[in-house]
């Protein structure tokens, strides 16, 4: 199953979703986008009950792009591949293909139900930009990283992990 993003649009800042996800990202969160897929993954299949009810968060890096977005956000709809078109840019390709194993360094994806270590990524990954790019996510079949260590889990299949908000929060 390929699975592409279509379009990203921005959750207006008076809607309770924004609200509950500022609270999330302690107060934080300067915009959120929803990410539509060309294809219905979660919700309209018999699959439904292995998705977990959880959010994850996989924090990552981004060109700069980020700035651009936080201007007036709530009025832009942007094609998913015009995030920003940097070829580079971890952001941007998660955007176009959801998480594809052969874009990462290691054997899964890795993410987290809490937000320290997602954070930390993301700050690392984003060199000296302002704002970090923290993608909200469903995940099944997931797997401890570590039994007894840090709460980071990882899915092996690009099929097991669907972000469905780009949060752009501050750095602290
Ligand atoms: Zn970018």
Known sequence: MSVKGAHVEPVRISTLEFQIYDIVFSKQLVALYQISYTETVVG?????????K???????????????????????MVLAHQWCGSMRCATQGILNHGHLRTMCASNGHFFSPSLTIPREFAAKKSGVHQHLPIFICRARNI???????????????????LPFYLAIVRRK
């Open 44 to 52: 309209s299949h018999a699959d439904e009950a292995q998705w977990h």
């Open 54 to 76: 959880e959010a994850f968060f996989h924090g990552t890096g981004h060109c700069g792009c980020l700035q651009a977005r936080i201007t007036n956000p709530e009025n832009h």
């Open 143 to 161: 797997t401890r990283h570590k039994p007894g260590g840090d709460d980071v889990y990882y899915v092996a299949n690009d099929q097991d992990i």
